[in-house]
T-cell receptor, first 113, second 110 residues
Framework: DSGVTQTPKHLITATGQRVTLRCSPR?????VYWYQQSLDQGLQFLIQ???????AKGNILERFSAQQFPDLHSELNLSSLELGDSALYFC????????????FGQGTRLTVV | LAKTTQPISMDSYEGQEVNITCSHN???????ITWYQQFPSQGPRFIIQ???TKVTNEVASLFIPADRKSSTLSLPRVSLSDTAVYYC???????????FGQGTELSVKP
């Protein structure tokens, strides 16, 4: 158990809909990362937050947004969903903002039908 | 961010030592080298991190030559449960982004 909790574990929704994925980082970790992993794209870095502020941005679509709350949990919002958004979404956390040891959650498997 | 190159796949047998090499020719002075392991449908797991020479922990060893343009992850006496994808990442400790490359798919056979 990495200490990072992601909910829900599975999500099935229709095209055009909007969903919210939630991540609770390990106790004491200030940094949260979001990743998308689909079969043909590998692990794609989406966005990083550090202590409530956006720290780094990757290949995140405009239809996607994220935030980190004062209690340090984070949410990833995916809207106007398309079939191609079906993937595993991982959240990771680390103590600091840098490239150190990061702990990953078990992921949320999103299926868009 | 320095680009990394790893073999796409490797095969091994139980009990053997496995060495996975990662090339990072454009590594910067402040960059560290980090390796992660990922099992199917699970999040990646940190294995080891180093800056130069050799680092060893209970799971693996990491060898980094003086020029730091490559690194080798060494897994001693692998078992079937070591079958996974192994990722090499390079970046500085303030860099933020954790960028994963294609990784090396290691298959351990009985």
């Amino acid at each position: 158990d990495s200490g990072v909790t992601q909910t829900p574990k599975h999500l099935i929704t229709a095209t055009g809909q909007r969903v919210t994925l939630r991540c609770s980082p390990r106790s004491g970790d200030l940094s949260v990362y979001w990743y998308q992993q689909s079969l043909d794209q590998g692990l794609q870095f989406l966005i990083q937050y550090y202590n409530g502020e956006e720290r780094a941005k990757g290949n995140i679509l405009e239809r996607f947004s994220a935030q980190q709350f004062p209690d340090l949990h984070s949410e990833l919002n995916l809207s106007s969903l398309e079939l191609g958004d079906s993937a595993l979404y991982f959240c990771a956390s680390s103590e600091s903002a840098g490239n150190t040891e990061a702990f990953f959650g078990q992921g949320t498997r999103l299926t868009v039908v | 961010l320095a680009k990394t190159t790893q073999p796409i796949s490797m095969d091994s047998y139980e009990g053997q030592e496995v060495n996975i090499t990662c090339s990072h020719n454009n590594i910067a002075t402040n960059d560290y080298i980090t390796w992660y392991q990922q099992f199917p449908s699970q999040g990646p797991r940190f294995i080891i991190q180093g800056y130069k020479t050799k680092v060893t922990n209970e799971v693996a060893s990491l060898f980094i030559p003086a020029d730091r343009k490559s690194s080798t992850l060494s897994l001693p006496r692998v078992s079937l449960s070591d079958t996974a994808v192994y990722y090499c990442l390079v970046g500085d400790l303030q860099g933020g982004k954790l960028i994963f490359g294609q990784g090396t798919e290691l298959s351990v056979k009985p």
